[in-house]
């Protein structure tokens, strides 16, 4: 409302030194009373049950100091940036070196990632947190069809990843099924609750369907914790088998694949075979992604999006896009489940918490809704960024939701890319108003 | 019959807490039209304020219980709706004019930061206080020895509830504030052409939600004796279920959804199993918002071009 106008006025609008300094003391203040009694003071139980309590004043005057100090590099930077929202000028020359680099990050980073388990060989850290990047991305790009191509806001995506995990988990611990008889049916499993979720619900709102989703999401997690007799409650499922390659087990025996290929066993081949079986489900997510956004399906999501009122008004079935767009993400999620279950051994209802979903979910913000380098780009930016805060686990989820809120308000499009519509028009035509009270617009 | 007639108490006293937190729900959805994510961290944020402001007071020797918990009633919606003005004017205000998720995001963001900043600060543990207000009625006593009983803080809570539910249906009502802010909810553009602070009547929504949150967070450490950082999450999304059954935008709705929550989810709980309350409550969102969008007493929504 108060934002200063363009122009040449504006060295004269420009507030001066009181003025920041009036605002900094304001919200100084305000935190001062919102820190005071829940930083200020700490309080325990103490050794007899009793609730004891101590002061941190010292804390406290820290905080306040630090949003004083931060309030006036906030408004001196918002200076010298000027207003938001105005154009700023690339230059030509620039323009067209950064559409270079846009069209050759993707082949780089694919052939970059390809080499991955030979360059690092030998490193079982980089090879686990490349797995985890890269159940990321699958995941990330598996929500995308949801969130970013169909524009549905899903919260509870995280309930088809442990759909697909417990699929797996207890087929195979169960009836003794292959990781690969078990691929396919995890991802079954997975579409088939979404469409179960998604027939009655996706003919609500966005945020009602946000909050939907998030309740079904919570649903499947009480009932994985309940039902103890068949998931474990909260012990989990342990023993989950490893997965084989087609058939021939990655084990130091005979029958094992170094032996038949004659060379000397180790077990950073199965994290190697792994690290590929996640790029190899990645890159399906990716392709089956791509190709669909060309079908008549993918750019009905893709419309839907953009405006659902329109959509229905050219006779597009709102409800089955939906639908199909809900189950093809479940799928997705319900594979990276499955290999989630086998890479681990382990699964247990700790995994498949909210906030996860949100955490998925961030990526794709983050990527820029429906473009797909941007939600790789973001899945390795977030985990990578997890991993370098392993220090600070404690305030992770705190820099996590404040990031998520600045981003919203600095780019609320995503950081690194937005996808236009696939599809339209070459060339757009101009209505004049006359046309269009006559009737012919 | 006994039991049930405890149980139906039980659920009364718990459906006035939902009820609480769900008329903040209901008002920020009616005014901007957006789910405030971060209201149930609101809700534990108040209830945190309400036991650091009671242990202070009882350790200065303040030993008169009525005079005690009217200041931390104070103390605690003060703290509290400043902390919801803050999350709108951080969080939400600058995104109004965004697209349509922006919010959202925004505001799960916040939920996280929240959560993990009252975790931070007051450690993860579960913090239990003494029962503050003791005693209760015995109402009827069966015959085979289960006893009826309406304890006192069960009694404070109802009436708190009451009490402040005139003031804020008055509030809304009556008065300019209120004016201001159905007018808004009916059309910011021209409320703003008429002279209506939008800007403010917004500020004071939040503000209003988050100081009923507060009391309910107060009450709930009143009746349960204990907060823990991570009760605003299961508590939110009940209450957000008592508003969109009641019909989001509606004041009576939420009280109204708020009780049947908290009646369903008691009586759930005792004759079927504890363990599966949550997905209960969880359940009845989603068959409302399947059978009945616009809840039990909201208006239906016209979607417009």
């Known amino acids: 409302m108060t934002a200063p106008a363009p122009g040449p006025v504006q060295a004269s609008r420009l507030p001066g030194v009181a003025f920041i300094f009036k605002k900094a003391l304001i919200s100084a203040l305000v935190a001062l009373v919102l820190f005071s009694l829940m930083i200020g003071i700490r309080t325990e139980a103490g050794p007899t049950g009793q609730l004891i309590y101590w002061t941190r004043f010292g804390d406290l005057a820290a905080m306040v100091a630090t949003v004083f100090g931060g309030s006036i590099v906030v408004e001196l930077l918002r200076q010298w940036w000027g207003p938001v929202g105005t154009v700023r000028i690339v230059p030509p020359s620039v323009q067209s070196t950064l559409a270079v680099a846009r069209r050759a990050i993707a082949p780089i980073l694919l052939i970059f990632t390809f080499l991955v388990p030979v360059i690092f060989y030998d490193q079982r850290y980089i090879l686990d947190l490349g797995i985890l990047v890269l159940t990321y991305v699958m995941l990330g790009w598996g929500l995308n069809v949801v969130v970013g191509l169909a524009g549905l806001l899903d919260l509870g995506y995280v309930a088809f990843y442990a759909v697909g995990a417990y699929s797996y988990a207890l087929l195979s611990t169960n009836f003794g099924l292959s990781f690969w008889v078990c691929l396919p049916l995890a991802g079954i499993l997975a579409a088939f609750w979404g469409v179960l979720l998604g027939f009655p619900v996706l003919r609500l709102r966005g945020d009602y369907l946000a909050i939907v989703t998030l309740a079904f999401g919570e649903i499947i997690r009480l009932v994985i914790i309940n039902w103890q007799s068949l998931t474990g409650g909260p012990n989990g499922v342990s023993g989950i088998p490893r997965p084989s390659f087609f058939g021939i087990p990655l084990t130091p025996g005979d029958d094992g694949l170094a032996a038949k290929l004659g060379i000397e066993f180790s077990t950073t081949h199965r994290i190697v075979f792994l690290f590929y079986l996640i790029l190899a489900l990645a890159l399906l997510t990716n392709w089956v992604t791509i190709r669909l956004r060309r079908l008549p399906i993918g750019r009905a999501w893709e419309a839907l999006r953009e405006d659902e009122v329109a959509c229905r008004a050219l006779g597009i079935n709102t409800t089955t896009t939906k639908l199909t767009a809900f189950a093809t993400g479940a799928m997705f999620g319900g594979f990276a489940g499955a290999f989630f279950a086998t890479r681990q051994g382990f699964i247990s209802p700790e995994s498949f918490t909210f906030q996860e979903s949100a955490l998925v979910l961030a990526i794709v913000v983050l990527g820029g809704m429906g473009s797909q380098l941007g939600v790789a780009l973001a899945a390795l930016t977030m985990i990578g960024g997890f991993e370098l805060f392993r220090g600070f686990d404690q305030y992770r989820m705190l820099v996590f939701g404040l990031a998520m809120v600045l981003l919203m308000i600095w780019r609320p499009r995503g950081l690194i890319g937005h996808r236009a519509p696939t599809v339209f028009l070459r060339h757009s035509q101009a209505i004049s108003s006359e046309l269009a009270r006559e009737g012919r617009g | 019959m006994d039991y049930f007639a405890q149980q139906l108490i039980n659920g009364i006293v718990l459906g006035s807490i939902y009820g609480l937190i769900a ?266 918002l399947i059978f009945l969008p616009t809840g039990l007493l909201g208006r239906p929504e016209v979607e417009k071009v």
């Open chain 2, 23 to 288: 008329i903040g729900y209901t008002m920020v959805y009616g005014i901007v039209g957006m789910i405030n994510f971060a209201h149930g961290d609101i809700f534990m944020i108040g209830g945190f304020i309400a036991l650091i402001s009671f242990l202070i007071l009882v350790s200065i020797g303040l030993t008169v219980v009525p005079v005690i918990l009217l200041i931390v009633l104070l103390v605690s919606m003060a703290i509290t709706a400043l902390y919801g003005w803050t999350v709108e004017r951080i969080a939400y205000r600058p995104l109004r004019h965004s697209f349509r998720l922006a919010p959202m995001l925004s505001a799960i963001g916040m939920s996280f930061v929240l959560t993990n900043y009252s975790q931070i600060a007051q450690g993860a543990r579960v913090k239990p206080v003494p029962p503050i207000i003791t005693g209760g009625y015995t109402l009827h006593e069966g015959s085979e020895g289960f006893v009826v009983r309406l304890s006192n803080v069960q009694i404070i809570v109802v009436i708190t509830t009451v009490v402040l539910l005139a003031i804020f249906t008055w509030l809304v009502s009556r008065t300019r504030l209120g004016r201001d802010m159905r007018a808004c909810e009916q059309d910011q553009t021209m409320a703003a052409l008429l002279g209506v602070d939008v800007d403010r009547t917004i500020s004071m929504t939040f503000v209003i939600g988050a100081a009923l949150a507060a009391v309910a967070g107060m009450m709930y450490l009143l009746y349960y004796g204990l907060v823990d950082f991570f009760m605003g999450f299961v508590a939110g999304i009940k209450a957000f279920t008592a508003a969109v059954l009641g019909g989001i935008g509606s004041l009576p709705g939420a009280m109204l959804g708020g009780l049947l929550i908290g009646l369903i989810e008691t009586l759930w709980s005792a004759y079927f199993s504890v363990e599966y309350k949550d997905v209960a409550a969880f359940s009845i969102l989603i068959v409302v």
